[in-house]
């Protein structure tokens, strides 16, 4: 439950700052390249050296980036379809895909499934939905981040230079060594803004009312990761003859809101803040509803 109001009352308190205007206009910017450049690189820091690859659970493994692809071509099969502009197409690539798989997901899955399903629910966070954020998410960034037409070089030269990629190069190459405790408590504090930075940005960018154009691309965002999402999770798993409490949990896992950073990212890169802003806030009220109802068609 702590989880659950740390995200309502920084959500609320974001709003509460932004109505009573003694913020500066750009202040949840700054929120949001506060959590770019610190509060996420110092999460990579402390969460990829921990990270144990296994080939024993592979629903976990395996949903998350299948989920990706299938949700990603999608996306942009309804940009060609809608005519979407680009910052809408770049907010949606990066929502959509991405789950809140760790700070709500995890509590979530300890709540319905008790304990034992903690281990599974972390394999599909750490090498499904946290990997996709440093490399898919960073992809993205690059592309849709900037208003000019982007080329391989500058691609590539976005997501090297991007700072949570470089922190996970950095991770990925302390592996096998180990942060000295001193400075992993540094890192441990300095991760721990991360969500309630970004919910008083969000809140702080939260609308109720958004503009007419808004409405379509957000429902739709809603409706495939709230409840597309996990449908094609027990497709999957159905098909691949996963089974038991591990393909379960996989599945609930799939019927996350949104990512909290992954929005953060689309704000902090101007790409239709106020649709990101609305895709993460109302995502997690309405998760409310629909996780029960998707825990009842697997249970």
């Not at 798989?101 to 903690?118: D, E, H, K, R, W």
């Not at 969500?195 to 609308?207: D, N, S, T």
């Not at 950073?261 to 649709?275: K, V």
Request: proline share 8%; hydrophobic share 60%; net charge positive.
């Amino acid at each position: 439950m702590e989880n659950f109001l740390m995200i309502v009352l920084a959500l609320l308190l974001g709003m509460a700052l932004q109505r009573l205007g003694v913020m500066p206009p750009d202040g949840a910017l700054v929120l949001n390249r506060f959590v770019i450049h610190v509060s996420l690189p110092a999460l990579v820091l402390t969460r990829v050296p921990q990270i144990v690859f296994s080939r024993d659970l592979w629903a976990p493994l395996l949903t998350p980036w299948i989920l990706l692809v299938i949700s990603a071509a999608s996306i942009l099969f309804l940009v060609r379809i809608f005519s979407w502009s680009r910052p809408v197409a770049g907010v949606l690539l990066l929502v959509v895909p991405l789950g809140n798989t760790s700070f709500l997901g995890i509590p979530m899955v300890q709540a319905f499934f008790g304990p034992s399903g903690v281990a599974t629910a972390l394999l599909y966070d750490q090498i499904g939905t946290f990997s996709a954020l440093a490399t898919y998410g960073t992809f993205i960034m690059a592309i849709y981040g900037d208003a000019s037409q982007p080329t391989p070089g500058s691609i590539l030269k976005k997501i090297v230079t991007f700072p949570p990629f470089m922190a996970l190069l950095a991770a990925l190459a302390v592996r096998s060594g180990t942060i000295p405790p001193p400075l992993e408590h540094v890192l441990e504090t300095l991760a721990n803004t991360l969500v309630p930075v970004v919910m008083v940005a969000v809140g702080m960018q939260f609308r109720l009312l958004l503009p007419r154009t808004m409405l379509l691309p957000l429902t739709m965002a809603l409706g495939f990761k709230l409840l597309v999402s996990p449908l094609l999770a027990m497709a999957l798993c159905h098909l691949a003859g996963w089974s038991g409490l591990t393909a379960q949990i996989t599945i609930f896992e799939s019927a996350m809101p949104p990512m909290i950073t992954a929005g953060a990212l689309a704000i902090a890169a101007n790409l239709a803040p106020e649709l990101a802003a609305a895709a993460v806030g109302l995502g997690i009220l309405l998760s409310f509803a629909t996780l029960p109802l998707v825990y009842s068609w697997i249970a």
